[in-house]
Every structure is written in C-alpha cells, then in structure tokens.
C-alpha cells in the first residue's frame, strides 16, 4: 500500500472551500429522481444531465474536489466523445466510483439491512482504477425506528463489511470513503440520533483498526447528528453543530484527514447552514477537514431547472453554480443566509 500516495488524495478530496458532488445515483435511484421532472430515464439523458453538470466549469474548478460516479457513468463518453471521467479531471476533481451493491435485508434482523458487493470486489477496483477513480464510496445505512433497532448486530455486521471494502480499496491504491448513514426518518429526537451514531462511529473505527486500514488514507461520510425529519422538536444550526462536532470528537481519530457529509433529505438550505455553523463555530478544536459530499442538496436545484429540456441548460447550471458556492463558502464557514438571498 502507497499510504503516501492515498494521503494527498484523501487530503485533495477536502481541500479548503471545497467538497464532493455525488452524482453516483443507481439506476432505479436516477429514474426517481427524473420521473419527479417528468423526463424519461434514458441512457443519453442521463449522460446529458451528468455532462451538463461536470461541464460547468465555475462550479467545478472552484468548489468541487471530486465527483462519485455510477458504474455507467465512469463508461460514459459526452455527447463529443470524451470520456465523462476525462471531463472531470480536466477541472481538477478526482473522479471516484461508488462500488457497494446497495443494502439488502439482513438475515434475521426484520427492517434492518447489511449491504452488499464484497463478492469479486478487487477485480472490479482494479478495473475502476484503470478507468481513471481515485477514490470510492461504500453506503451501509442504520434506521433509527424503536428502541431495538437498530441492533448491535445490524451495526457490527455493516462495520465489518465497510471495512472490508476499505481495507481492498487501499491494496488498489483507492481512497475508501465509508459511509454509515445513520437515516433521519423517523420520529426520534437529536439525542438519540447522537447516541445511534456515536455507537456506529466507534463501531466502525474499531473495525477499521481490526482490518489494518490507514486512517490517513480514508474519508468519512457520515450523516450529521441531527433531529428526525418526523419529530415534533427539531434542533436549529447551532445545536446540530455543537453535538456533531462533540460526537465526532468523541469518535473519530484525528490521523483521518477528513470528513465530508452526506445531506440525507435535508433542504439545500438547512444542509448549507448546518455544515456553515460547525466550520465558522468549531475550526479549530476539530483535527479533521469538515465539508460536503452531497447528492440531493446539490442537485435538486440543478435539476428541477433543467427539467429534462436542453433549452434549460444553462439555468440549471447557473443553480448548480450557485449550490456549489454556497457550500464552499460553508466549508470555509464564511456563508451567511443573506448570501441566498442576493442569488
Ligand atoms: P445525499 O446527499 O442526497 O444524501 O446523497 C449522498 C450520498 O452519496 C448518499 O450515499
């Protein structure tokens, strides 16, 4: 292993004022997301719509450090035949692969789910690499619903297998970004998301220790500690900062050289806001990079205003560009609502 090598990549993922674009929907996932504009889920429209983003150039060079892609996109040629990965590096964003094979029901733990894609899984990093990724990106989601799940084993069970996956991905010279989703459906409140997640969290470390995986050489994806999106009370920035901050704190180790947060279903906004007050409240008592790796809060406004018509293309990449700045201010902790406003 090039523990070196993976280092600067990981360390370029979370480069200062900006994060990742997670483009990296599954088939069924970008067909959602197209019926929800009415446009139909073709190969080409698909290729188009992701084009369209990796083409806006402001937006790429300035605030985004890589983008994850789907197994058919980093295959993908644009429209002029160049390769959608070359289109990427040509602005300076390393490409990444997302290589899990979604979650499935865990044996025994009814509603719970392990994911899967271990089987054959450095073939397939080794083919990634050679088409260009640099980095890669493996889910495991933990619901919160009740107070028996999620379960010790549904948690354990994913750790082991995140770090399986991360442990191959360095023998290929590929940045492993674990991602234990902790959901934010359901009715619980921020505590209990806080103790659900710094459970996952050690769990998670603890596994990665076991499986010899350099820290130095990994990117944390985690959701952040915040209130379920059915509970009556739900916490503001500054207490979704303080007790994400202090939860990770208590959990993740300082060699890692970043964390980057999904977005989960929040608005644009609320996750803009949020990643804002942990950087401009918390910079310096945090030993990690903290930024964005973003799929929804990046892309619902791209995508409404592209609406499957190419006559909207340059709206939805002026969305685009403004969602991207948006966020790299917030990693800078310089974005302040008023900075929405004047879009
Ligand atoms: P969201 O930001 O839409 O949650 O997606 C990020 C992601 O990559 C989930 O795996």
């Given at each position: 292993m090039d523990l070196e090598a993976l280092n600067k990549i990981a360390v370029a993922m979370v480069a200062p004022g900006k994060g990742i674009l997670a483009a990296d929907e599954s088939s069924g996932t970008i067909k959602k997301r197209f019926d929800s504009i009415n446009a139909e889920s073709t190969e080409d429209n698909r290729r188009d719509y992701r084009e369209m983003l990796f083409r806006t150039e402001q937006a790429m060079k300035d605030c985004i450090s890589g983008v994850i892609l789907f197994d058919e996109t980093i295959r993908q040629n644009a429209k002029?035949?160049?390769?959608l990965v070359k289109l990427i590096q040509d602005t300076g964003a390393i490409p990444g692969i997302k290589v899990d094979k979604g979650a499935h029901a865990l044996a025994g733990a009814e509603g719970e789910k392990v994911t899967e894609g271990l089987d054959g899984l450095r073939d397939r990093l080794k083919e990634y690499y050679d088409l260009g990724a640099r980095f890669a990106k493996w889910r495991a989601v933990i619901d919160i619903a009740g107070?028996?799940?999620?379960s010790g084993y549904c948690i354990s069970t994913n750790a082991h297998a995140l770090a399986r996956y991360a442990a191959l991905c360095q023998e290929a010279g590929i940045v492993p970004i674990v991602e234990p989703e902790v959901l934010m459906d359901g009715d619980h409140d921020i505590d209990r998301c806080y103790d659900v997640t710094e459970f996952t969290l050690k769990s998670l470390f603890d596994e990665l220790y076991a499986q010899d995986v350099a820290l130095e050489g990994t990117i944390l994806k985690p959701n952040m500690v915040i209130s379920g999106k059915k509970c009556s009370k739900q916490a503001g920035a500054e207490e979704i900062a303080e007790k994400t901050v202090r939860c990770f704190r208590s959990s993740?180790?300082?060699?890692?050289?970043g964390i980057v947060f999904l977005s989960?279903?929040?608005?644009d906004e609320d996750a803009t806001a949020n990643l804002n007050a942990m950087n401009a409240g918390y910079k310096d008592r945090m030993p990690w990079a903290l930024s964005f790796s973003y799929g929804r809060a990046l892309q619902a406004a791209p995508l409404k205003a592209w609406?499957?018509?190419?006559?909207?293309v340059a709206a939805a990449q002026a969305a685009f560009m403004h969602r991207a700045k948006m966020n790299g201010l917030a990693q800078l902790g310089d974005w302040s609502a008023g900075l929405e406003k004047a879009a």
């Open positions: 002029d035949g160049t390769p107070d028996e799940i999620p993740v180790p300082a060699a890692l050289p989960g279903g929040q608005s609406g499957g018509k190419a006559e909207n």
